[in-house]
């Protein structure tokens, strides 16, 4: 079956600054990546997707990479606030199937 | 408002008893799938159903079960529950039986105590 990993666990940024997730991937027919973001007691909410299709999508502060060959792809969010502070995940899809990442919480410090 | 309805939002039970979660999709949408989150851990998929019939099933222990009515809402029922089972339990549902339109509700925090 697919295995996703994410790093790093733990991200801690000044606001202002970018900060980087990455995940990687292992099954080639996986063909949707999304990313969602949880705050504390709440339900994961989809910020950004992409399909195998595509190898960059930007939605304002907001971006995600697929390298297919390498089977990895990366959330960036430039000029992080603190309202971007929560957990963050990523996830490998192909049809009815998702494969989430451990996480990544992300600590924006004003 | 992801338009995915879980009730109740918190659930405090002893252990040995058994609960019944409840989520209503989307307006549209044809699958549901269930998750479990304990506390710090990634997501785990227990099951999902697509138009009432059972289409996936992933770590869902045999104390658990589930099942999609025909007008879609979908129950997951947890019994003898033991201190562990404590979590947050999501749903999602999905268009159909494919990963579009796939959202969150915002969960039942379920404590076994």
């Known amino acids: 079956g697919e295995n996703v990993e994410q790093h790093p666990s733990t991200l801690s940024v000044q606001e202002g600054d970018s900060a980087v997730i990455k995940c990687t991937y292992s099954d080639s027919a996986s063909n949707y990546f999304p990313w969602y973001k949880q705050e504390l007691g709440k339900g994961p909410q989809l910020i950004i997707d992409?399909?195998?299709?595509?190898g960059e999508k930007k939605d304002q502060r907001i971006a995600v990479t697929l390298n297919k060959t390498a089977k990895h792809f990366s959330l960036h969010i430039t000029e992080t606030q603190p309202e971007d502070s929560a957990v963050y995940f990523c996830a490998a899809s192909h049809f009815n199937k998702f494969y989430f990442g451990s996480g990544t919480k992300l600590n924006v410090k004003p | 408002d992801s338009g995915v309805t879980q009730t109740p939002k918190h659930l405090i039970t002893a252990t040995g008893q058994r609960v019944t979660l409840r989520c209503s999709p989307r307006?549209?949408?044809?699958?549901v799938y269930w998750y479990q989150q304990s506390l710090d851990q990634g997501l785990q998929f227990l099951i999902q159903y697509y138009n009432g019939e059972e289409r996936a099933k992933g770590n869902i222990l045999e104390r658990f079960s589930a099942q999609q009515f025909p007008d879609l809402h979908s129950e997951l029922n947890l019994s003898s529950l033991e201190l562990g089972d404590s979590a947050l339990y999501f749903c999602a549902s999905s268009v159909a039986n494919n990963n579009y339109g796939y959202t969150f509700g915002s969960g039942t925090r379920l404590t076994v105590v």
């Open positions: 307006s549209g949408d044809l699958s």
């Open positions: 992409i399909r195998s299709n595509v």
